[in-house]
């Protein structure tokens, strides 16, 4: 069954390679020529989200069919099921990741400016993992009172809960301390 996936491949590949070589294809630059290209490693690294976007999309779609094909024709063995279910997950981990790559490059250009002094990028970066303590503190203490809210006449849930709620009362001290200290020492430092 792999052979002939892998010698249709091999025969797609190698019948597409000839038609390209006997045609007279020109290639798109995603990099751009001339006076587009890119100049900066910032410029270079957003071309090349912006087509990695539609090919992950292409790829993942191939990757659906693949694992759906695994699906029907597992013939109720278990072992290609699971491949087929695995196949598609990993697909759809795949297209998730590369869609927020363009969110997680906005946060950090947000974070990190261009063209800006160390010193001022220091408060960028520790008001971004303040901000980040204080969504998971508030994670943590909406977890401690669903815990308390199900656990009602069980004492081991109770005392489970008990210990989130001290956990997430630590973490907001030490994020509030620690904020406060870095306020300090920057305090200090700049003149």
Known sequence: MYKKIFLLIIFLLLS?????????????????????????????????????????IIV????????????????????KAATGRKVITYALIGVTIVAISKGIVSILR?????????????????DW?????????????????????????????????RRWLVYSLVGLAIAVVSRGLVAVVLMIIEP
């Open 16 to 56: 597409a390679s000839s038609v390209i070589a006997t045609s007279s294809a020109s290639f798109f630059n995603p990099m751009g020529t001339g006076t587009s290209a890119s100049s900066t490693f910032d410029e270079m690294f957003t071309r090349v989200l912006s087509w990695l976007f539609p090919i992950s």
């Open 60 to 79: 993942a779609v191939l990757m659906i069919i693949i694992g759906a094909y695994y699906l029907i024709l597992s013939g109720g063995d278990p072992q």
């Open 110 to 126: 947000t974070v990190f400016p261009a063209n800006s002094d160390p010193l001022m990028v220091i408060p960028n970066v520790i």
């Open 129 to 161: 993992i303040f901000g980040f303590l204080i969504v998971v503190v508030t994670g943590t203490l909406i977890l401690s009172g669903y815990l308390f809210m199900i656990s009602i006449g069980n004492p081991e849930g109770i005392t489970k809960a």
